[in-house]
Nanobody
Framework: QVQLVESGGGLVQPGGSLRLSCAVS????????MGWYRQAPGKQRELVAA???????NYVDSVNGRFTISRDNAKNTIYLQMNSLKPEDTAVYYC???????????????????WGQGTQVTVSS
């Protein structure tokens, strides 16, 4: 059984920082690349950062240079360090598997479960 538990979200002013954590139970962590997704109201879920089993990382242009994804294999945990936050970063953030094909990365299907409850990030002055 796979369980994904996100934490670390909150309310922060523009320019501030947050560090998100995702604790993973099950074998998905050791056999797959992992990623952080976000979904704002009225928008589709978007893959914003991913990390392969070997440590290769990939970011969507809108967060590149501001967000850093990492993984701790001993703790079965992935992290997302978010700096220089902007109001448009406001969303519910989720973790799940991701797919690397060469230098490109793709999201898993939306029905690739289970999804956790996510953690809310709100950036507002």
């Amino acid at each position: 059984q796979v369980q994904l538990v996100e934490s670390g979200g909150g309310l922060v002013q523009p320019g501030g920082s947050l560090r998100l954590s995702c604790a993973v139970s099950g074998n998905i962590f050791s056999t797959n690349a992992m990623g952080w997704y976000r979904q704002a109201p009225g928008k589709q879920r978007e893959l914003v950062a991913a990390i392969s089993k070997e440590g290769r990382t990939n970011y969507v242009d809108s967060v590149n240079g501001r967000f850093t994804i990492s993984r701790d294999n001993a703790k079965n945990t992935i992290y997302l360090q978010m700096n220089s936050l902007k109001p448009e970063d406001t969303a519910v953030y989720y973790c799940n598997a991701a797919i690397f094909l060469g230098d490109s990365v793709y999201s898993v299907p939306i029905d690739f479960g289970p999804w956790g409850q996510g953690t809310q990030v709100t950036v507002s002055s």
